[in-house]
Nanobody, 122 residues
Framework: QVQLVESGGGLVQPGGSLRLSCAASGSGFSINAMGWYRQAPGKQRELVARITSGVSTNYAESVKGRFTISRDNAKNTVYLQMNSLKPEDTAVYYC????????????????WGQGTQVTVSS
C-alpha cells in the first residue's frame, strides 16, 4: 500500500522559515512528478511547486524566489524549503506524487498526503 507522509508544518512568525518533507512509503512503484499544493480556508487548493523526475521545477508566482522544491530519489522524498514566509502563506499544505508500477496496475496514478498545517502569524 502506498502512503505519502508529510512532516514539518507548524507556527512561524512572518519572515521566518519552515521546511516540509514528504516521504512515499510502500513498494512496487516508481515516482514521476512530485509536488506541493496548499489550501487556505475558503479557497481552492492551488499548486505551490512541482518537480519532475528529471528535476525540472515550476512554482506559483506568489512563492517564486522564496520557496524551493527538491527531491531525494533514493529516499522517495520531496522537500519544500519555505523562506520569508508571509501571513498569506497560511494554509494546509498537501504533498502529491504521480506513481506508476505494479501497485498501480501500470497506470499513472496520483496520490495525496494527509496535509500539514502551516500558520504564519506574529
Amino acid at each position: 500500500q502506498v502512503q505519502l507522509v508529510e512532516s514539518g508544518g507548524g507556527l512561524v512568525q512572518p519572515g521566518g522559515s519552515l521546511r516540509l518533507s514528504c516521504a512515499a512509503s510502500g513498494s512496487g512503484f516508481s515516482i514521476n512528478a512530485m509536488g506541493w499544493y496548499r489550501q487556505a480556508p475558503g479557497k481552492q487548493r492551488e499548486l505551490v511547486a512541482r518537480i519532475t523526475s528529471g528535476v525540472s521545477t515550476n512554482y506559483a508566482e506568489s512563492v517564486k524566489g522564496r520557496f524551493t522544491i527538491s527531491r531525494d530519489n533514493a529516499k522517495n522524498t520531496v522537500y519544500l524549503q519555505m523562506n520569508s514566509l508571509k501571513p498569506e502563506d497560511t494554509a494546509v499544505y498537501y504533498c502529491n506524487a504521480d506513481l506508476i508500477g505494479p501497485v498501480t496496475g501500470w497506470a499513472l496514478r496520483s496520490y495525496w498526503g494527509q496535509g500539514t498545517q502551516v500558520t504564519v502569524s506574529s
